[in-house]
């Protein structure tokens, strides 16, 4: 009885290994791949075409006025009257805030005073030199009349002592009576007084007109200080009106106002700088945007290229715009390196704002109608090619001295080397290449043995490593199975 049980158990048990063998075997024939060859599915191929490259750099940037000015007060004082908020547009010389001003009024009334008082003391030091200027000219006149006078007694002199010779003479030839003498004696002697009197009377006169002139010269200083005072006060009378001005704080641009840093009574204090009261950006007709271009590609960008660009404002508009310069100033944050290029973009319609962020697709080559390969075909490697690699960076390390002294020739040869390997006879064949412009999906063919419709291969067979295509494409959906 329990041999008969014993041989029962086993007969179940190889029944069901039989069914699973059997199991086995209709799935491997059911489900493996049909038709042909291994060497037919191998590859995955693409044809050589015809058609045009774009090439572009993709960067972000940020959408900023051409001209961004802040408005500021260089004065201190209190916050009374607002007249511009956010948004408003300006013009130029506007007055967009007021500060309080009946201090500086004040002072410029006192200085008004002052100014008036200082030009009347002017014009009394020049009174003064008019009076003194009278006064020589009357005391020139003086002198001018005592000098006719000294001469007239000179020449009176001169005659009363002929007068005296003669009867002198007469007398001692007793032709002339002694009184006679006597008289003529006298005149001379009245004579000579008298011209004493007039040479004292010129002196008296100099001594007068050089009085009145250090006088007139006295008189012309206190003008020169009197006028000296006035420009002082003049001048101080513009820094008053100056800071009168400037208790209105205006706008320098025609533009509007983008943010507004003030409130009605607030106390503005511009001691140590002036603080910003408003953010004017200039004519957002213009604008311009600030994007971050990788070291990398920065060679490739030149001003009067063309830009696309989209904001995600408007997710479903493409904007336009060209490279106006690239910034030779380089920023590097985390041991990245890049630069601003500066976009300019025509926004007549003011649908774009300043902030925003737009992703730019800048064109840096295109091409018409040139032979192109996929990109996929270019970075194809057939399994077993890794070492080969190896072996012809070093054989090319040896011939190095060899390409320098050839490089003349190479240097004149545009773009660069490139490899695609095409199927022949079930195996890969290897074409060397020398390429130009990419687009990402693309690369143009400038030279080799490629032709349109000639087909390359892009992907497929076994993986030899991080070169092959296939290395992120998911793998291909198995066959339906075969109906025998």
Not at 333 to 340: E, F, L, P, R
């Given at each position: 009885?329990?041999?008969?049980?014993g041989?029962?158990?086993?007969r179940?048990?190889?029944?069901?290994?039989?069914?699973?063998?059997?199991?086995?075997?209709?799935?491997?024939?059911l489900?493996?791949?049909?038709?042909?060859?291994?060497?037919?599915a191998?590859?995955r191929?693409?044809?050589?075409?015809?058609g045009?490259?774009?090439?572009?750099?993709?960067?972000?940037?940020t959408l900023?006025?051409?001209?961004?000015?802040?408005?500021?007060?260089?004065?201190?004082?209190q916050?009374?009257?607002?007249?511009?908020?956010?948004?408003?547009?300006?013009?130029?010389?506007?007055?967009?805030?007021?500060?309080?001003?009946e201090?500086?009024?004040a002072?410029?009334?006192?200085?008004?005073a002052d100014?008036?008082?200082?030009?009347?003391?002017?014009?009394?030091?020049?009174?003064q030199?008019?009076?003194?200027r009278?006064?020589?000219q009357?005391?020139?006149?003086?002198?001018?009349?005592?000098?006719?006078q000294?001469?007239?007694?000179?020449?009176?002199?001169?005659?009363?002592?002929?007068?005296?010779?003669?009867?002198?003479?007469?007398?001692?030839?007793a032709?002339a009576?002694?009184?006679?003498?006597?008289?003529?004696?006298?005149?001379?002697?009245?004579?000579?007084?008298?011209?004493?009197?007039a040479q004292?009377?010129?002196?008296?006169?100099?001594?007068?007109?050089?009085?009145?002139?250090?006088?007139?010269?006295?008189?012309?200083?206190?003008?020169?200080?009197?006028?000296a005072?006035?420009?002082?006060?003049?001048?101080?009378?513009?820094?008053?009106?100056?800071?009168?001005a400037?208790?209105e704080i205006?706008?320098?641009?025609?533009?509007?106002?983008?943010k507004r840093d003030?409130?009605?009574?607030?106390?503005?204090?511009?001691?140590?700088?002036?603080?910003?009261?408003?953010?004017?950006?200039?004519d957002?007709?213009?604008?311009?945007?600030?994007?971050?271009?990788?070291?990398a590609?920065v060679?490739?960008?030149?001003?009067?290229?063309?830009v696309?660009?989209?904001v995600?404002?408007y997710?479903?508009?493409?904007?336009?715009?060209?490279?106006?310069?690239?910034?030779?100033?380089a920023?590097?944050?985390?041991?990245?390196?890049?630069?601003?290029?500066?976009?300019?973009?025509?926004?007549?319609d003011?649908?774009?704002?300043?902030g925003?962020?737009?992703?730019?697709?800048?064109?840096?080559?295109?091409?018409?109608?040139?032979?192109r390969?996929?990109?996929?075909?270019?970075?194809?490697r057939p399994a077993?090619?890794?070492?080969?690699?190896a072996?012809?960076?070093?054989?090319?390390?040896?011939?190095?001295?060899?390409?320098?002294?050839?490089g003349?020739?190479?240097a004149?040869?545009?773009?660069?080397?490139?490899?695609?390997?095409?199927?022949?006879?079930?195996?890969?064949?290897?074409?060397?290449?020398?390429?130009?412009?990419?687009?990402?999906?693309?690369?143009?063919?400038?030279?080799?043995?490629l032709?349109?419709?000639?087909t390359?291969?892009?992907?497929?067979?076994?993986?030899?490593?991080?070169?092959?295509?296939?290395?992120?494409?998911?793998?291909?959906?198995?066959?339906?199975p075969?109906?025998?």
């Amino acid at each position: 009885m329990t041999a008969r049980k014993g041989f029962g158990v086993r007969r179940v048990w190889w029944l069901m290994v039989a069914i699973v063998a059997a199991a086995g075997m209709a799935g491997f024939f059911l489900w493996r791949p049909a038709g042909g060859s291994a060497s037919d599915a191998a590859y995955r191929l693409a044809a050589v075409e015809r058609g045009p490259i774009t090439a572009s750099v993709r960067a972000t940037g940020t959408l900023n006025p051409v001209t961004t000015v802040l408005v500021g007060s260089q004065l201190s004082g209190q916050v009374v009257e607002i007249l511009a908020d956010y948004n408003t547009p300006v013009k130029e010389g506007q007055v967009v805030a007021r500060l309080y001003s009946e201090q500086i009024k004040a002072r410029r009334d006192a200085a008004l005073a002052d100014l008036a008082q200082a030009r009347a003391d002017r014009d009394t030091k020049q009174a003064q030199i008019e009076k003194a200027r009278a006064m020589l000219q009357r005391a020139e006149a003086v002198a001018a009349d005592v000098a006719a006078q000294r001469d007239r007694a000179q020449a009176q002199l001169l005659d009363a002592q002929r007068n005296f010779d003669r009867q002198t003479e007469l007398v001692a030839r007793a032709a002339a009576t002694q009184n006679a003498l006597d008289q003529a004696k006298t005149q001379l002697d009245v004579q000579k007084a008298t011209l004493a009197s007039a040479q004292a009377q010129i002196a008296s006169s100099k001594a007068e007109a050089e009085g009145l002139r250090a006088d007139l010269a006295l008189a012309e200083a206190g003008l020169k200080s009197a006028e000296a005072l006035i420009l002082q006060r003049e001048a101080k009378l513009r820094d008053i009106e100056i800071d009168l001005a400037r208790t209105e704080i205006r706008s320098p641009v025609d533009g509007v106002v983008v943010k507004r840093d003030i409130e009605l009574g607030q106390t503005v204090a511009a001691s140590l700088s002036a603080p910003t009261l408003f953010t004017i950006a200039q004519d957002l007709r213009e604008i311009d945007i600030y994007a971050n271009i990788d070291e990398a590609d920065v060679g490739r960008l030149k001003p009067g290229q063309p830009v696309s660009f989209t904001v995600n404002a408007y997710p479903n508009r493409t904007f336009a715009g060209t490279v106006r310069m690239v910034r030779l100033g380089a920023q590097t944050v985390q041991n990245v390196v890049t630069y601003t290029a500066v976009i300019g973009v025509q926004n007549t319609d003011l649908s774009l704002l300043p902030g925003m962020t737009a992703n730019l697709q800048i064109v840096t080559d295109e091409r018409d109608d040139v032979l192109r390969v996929p990109n996929a075909a270019l970075r194809f490697r057939p399994a077993g090619t890794v070492a080969a690699a190896a072996r012809s960076a070093a054989a090319d390390g040896a011939d190095a001295p060899q390409r320098r002294r050839g490089g003349t020739r190479a240097a004149a040869d545009p773009g660069m080397e490139g490899r695609v390997y095409r199927l022949v006879n079930g195996a890969p064949e290897l074409v060397p290449l020398r390429i130009g412009v990419t687009d990402g999906d693309y690369t143009e063919v400038l030279r080799g043995s490629l032709k349109e419709g000639d087909t390359v291969i892009v992907g497929g067979g076994a993986r030899s490593g991080p070169q092959d295509d296939d290395r992120q494409r998911p793998s291909p959906r198995p066959r339906p199975p075969r109906m025998f």
